[in-house]
């Protein structure tokens, strides 16, 4: 149970394919615990377990988006697939915890429905429209390594690359006046 530092592009670890889940077992509770603290910590609504450096098929989203009560823990979805997705498309601009204070315009569907297992290893449905939609659909992307710059052109990419490479180093900086 811990808060653990988010992995932020260009880092080849948000590129790594995913690994299903055979079983929930400890460390697998472990790992939804780590997502929830970092997620929290973030601010995010949701996060995928490929954030965190772990390759383990896994994604969380934050109760009251997915339509659960606001007390209720974040759901877990664990080897999720996409089931259905609505030809609507929606368009609007979207940030990424690995990506952090950068938004890019997406284009996806309005509504979309993802079958999962969850941590008490039962498989379940969720249908989203709108923010969750875009969420579960932005959560699914990173589970086959893609990326918000992927939906933009090479220009903005290099851009972004500079800025989040400059954030970095400037981080870096930071770190080693308080030590
Ligand atoms: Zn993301």
């Not at 790594?16 to 615990?33: E, G, K, M, T, W």
């Not at 969380?60 to 664990?78: M, N, Q, Y």
């Not at 990173?142 to 690359?161: A, S, Y």
Request: include cysteine; hydrophobic fraction near 40%.
């Amino acid at each position: 149970m811990a808060v653990r530092p988010v992995v932020i592009w260009p880092d080849d670890r948000l590129r790594q394919p995913s690994v299903p889940i055979a079983q929930v077992d400890d460390s697998v509770r472990a790992l939804y615990q780590d997502l929830v603290d970092s997620m929290y910590a973030e601010n995010g609504l949701g996060i995928a377990a490929l954030q965190l450096g772990d390759p383990r098929r896994m994604f969380i989203v934050e109760p009251k988006l997915a339509g659960r009560p606001e007390t209720d823990p974040p759901v877990a979805f664990l080897n999720p697939e996409l089931v259905e997705a609505s030809e609507e498309q929606q368009d609007s601009e979207e940030g990424c915890l690995s990506f952090p204070e950068i938004y890019i315009k997406v284009k996806r569907p309005m509504r979309c429905k993802v079958r999962a297992m969850g941590l008490d290893g039962q498989p379940f449905e969720v249908e989203g429209e709108r923010l969750l939609a875009r969420c579960l659909l932005h959560e699914l992307d990173h589970l086959t390594g893609k990326l918000l710059v992927d939906f933009v052109g090479p220009l903005k990419r290099q851009m972004i690359k500079k800025r989040l490479t400059r954030q970095k180093a400037a981080d870096g900086d930071g770190d080693e006046a308080e030590a």
